[in-house]
T-cell receptor, first 115, second 118 residues
Framework: DTGVSQDPRHKITKRGQNVTFRCDPI?????LYWYRQTLGQGPEFLTY????????KSRLLSDRFSAERPKGSFSTLEIQRTEQGDSAMYLC?????????????FGEGSWLTVV | AQKITQTQPGMFVQEKEAVTLDCTYD???????LFWYKQPSSGEMIFLIY??????QNATEGRYSLNFQKARKSANLVISASQLGDSAMYFC???????????????FGTGTSLTVIP
């Protein structure tokens, strides 16, 4: 399978604990995105990387959230001191940078439930 | 500000019939791309179809076609010959091609839930 893969697919954690999600993009893609999706809503942009550089962060990404892409390949999204409001699906996506309208391809998402 | 609007929270269609899912957008940028994604209950986002703002013809991909009306800023998805497997959430999205090459993220609508009735 050469698509975007995310791990774990589901995570249940107690409030206050830290969680980390991993994303492996499509191998030739140099852009990697993180989105958050809550029930009944479309995905909301969190941050994106071009290679290893984090180029933009949404105001949704509070200081409890940190994302890395150390070698320009896989990425991790860590949430510290989780809160119930962090319960959502965290989607990773990747694309090839281009001036034309190329597509971003999504992974299957990581569901987070904070209890 | 960029904005995507999907006004149909839920739609029903009879199997084998065609259905149109509405999407309107708002941007002042001349260069943009419009996308439709399908999200089944499993959660994955599946790319369906793309339309560039400078494309002269409406995009088609198999049973999917995009009815692009630039002056009205609409990009409706038409699914022909609906199948039971088409039941899912459908999201319209816009990507603005900013020359600064930053802020190159997608903006999504709130989605339309499509149910295909046998």
């Amino acid at each position: 399978d050469t698509g975007v893969s995310q791990d774990p697919r589901h995570k249940i954690t107690k409030r206050g604990q830290n969680v980390t999600f991993r994303c492996d993009p499509i191998s030739e893609h140099n852009r990697l995105y993180w989105y958050r999706q809550t029930l009944g809503q479309g995905p909301e942009f969190l941050t994106y990387f071009q290679n290893e550089a984090q180029l933009e962060k949404s105001r949704l990404l509070s200081d409890r959230f940190s994302a890395e892409r150390p070698k320009g390949s896989f990425s991790t999204l860590e949430i510290q001191r989780t809160e119930q409001g962090d319960s959502a699906m965290y989607l990773c996506a990747s694309s090839l940078v281009s001036l034309s309208g190329n597509t971003i391809y999504f992974g299957e998402g990581s569901w987070l439930t904070v209890v | 500000a960029q904005k995507i609007t999907q006004t149909q929270p839920g739609m029903f269609v009879q199997e084998k019939e065609a259905v149109t899912l509405d999407c309107t957008y708002d941007t002042s940028d001349p260069s943009y791309g419009l996308f439709w994604y399908k999200q089944p209950s499993s959660g994955e986002m599946i790319f369906l179809i793309y339309q560039g703002s400078y494309d002269q013809q409406n995009a088609t991909e198999g049973r999917y076609s995009l009815n692009f009306q630039k002056a009205r800023k609409s990009a409706n998805l038409v699914i022909s010959a609906s199948q039971l497997g088409d039941s899912a959430m459908y999201f319209c999205a816009m990507r603005v091609l900013e020359l600064s090459n930053t802020g190159n993220q997608f903006y999504f609508g709130t989605g339309t839930s499509l149910t295909v009735i046998p």
